[in-house]
């Protein structure tokens, strides 16, 4: 399994001959090294609606015949615009020929705006738990702090987390190292943090303040060291 980090929460996994993307916000976002018309993905996987995370799904899918997995009102949403979906809900799992998916909850909002100022509601947050080649990945998707977060982490050993340290609309980097004492991952890597100024963080901060895992701090292209 290869996984890699492309800026804002944007992940790259590539397992058992299938690439997936996880929320490729490419488009607006300067500190990507993506293009959107070089990526070709199997499968992207959604978190929420929000711009930011839903990105350039539709584009891509849609010239790559990409099965996209979101949070049902979501996955619905998308898939009245002609994308090949498959609608879930949090504490949902399904197995696929990628891999397992399940939906974990998050605390956040959903929404996405469209070009005329429309706030569409698509449903709930969630974070992703994947699973595969006999690692569990974790992306927590926008999320503050919760304690359920343990039992995430009770009933699925977690290899790699991505969490978000941006503050303002997320976890911040103090409540991002508690979240890692919650989750006992055996790697962290964080996310969502200086793409825009209201989420400008010091990821070596971050890297301070968490005990009991390893931090890895990725620039947009790097690989996670397994």
Known sequence: MQISYHGHSVVKIITNDKTILIDP??????????????????????????????????EIAKANGTLVVAPNELANYLGWQGVNIHPMHIGGAKEFDFGKVKFTQAFHGSSFVTEQNEIIYTGMPGGILFMAEGL??????????????????????????????????????????????????????????????????DPQKFAQLVEGAEVQILQAGQFVKL
Do not use: C, W
């Open 136 to 201: 569990t990945i974790y992306h927590a998707g926008d999320t503050a702090l919760f304690g359920d977060m343990k039992l995430i982490g009770e009933r699925h050993p977690i290899d790699v987390a991505f969490l978000p340290i941006g503050d303002n609309f997320t976890m911040g980097p103090e409540d991002a190292a508690y979240a890692v004492s919650l989750l006992k991952p055996k790697i962290v890597v964080p996310i969502h943090y200086n793409t825009f100024p209201p989420i400008q963080q």
């Open 25 to 58: 916000f490419i488009r607006g976002n300067d500190v990507t090294d993506l293009q959107v018309e070089e990526q070709k993905p199997d499968v992207i996987l959604l978190t929420h609606g929000h711009n930011d995370h839903v990105g350039d799904t539709v």
